[in-house]
């Protein structure tokens, strides 16, 4: 186990409709119908933002941590 994990930004709880709309919607088809120029964007965004979010988190509304939960 690496120690990460996926946390809200907004609310306490993350939420099944979150992680559908991260993991499948943004990831598998909008990355897929990008044809990898959304892949670029994403690396450009991680490597540049402060925050190291990416297009799926920004549109989940999520981010990764490796703090424990409250």
Request: charged fraction near 20%.
């Amino acid at each position: 186990m690496v120690g990460i994990r996926i946390a809200p930004v907004a609310c306490k709880k993350l939420t099944l409709l979150t992680l559908v709309i991260r993991e499948f919607f943004v990831k598998t088809i909008l990355y897929g119908a990008g044809f990898g120029v959304l892949s670029l964007i994403s690396i450009y965004l991680i490597s540049t933002r402060a925050d190291k979010r990416s297009i799926h988190d920004l549109l989940a509304k999520t981010y990764i941590t490796s703090n424990l939960p409250e």
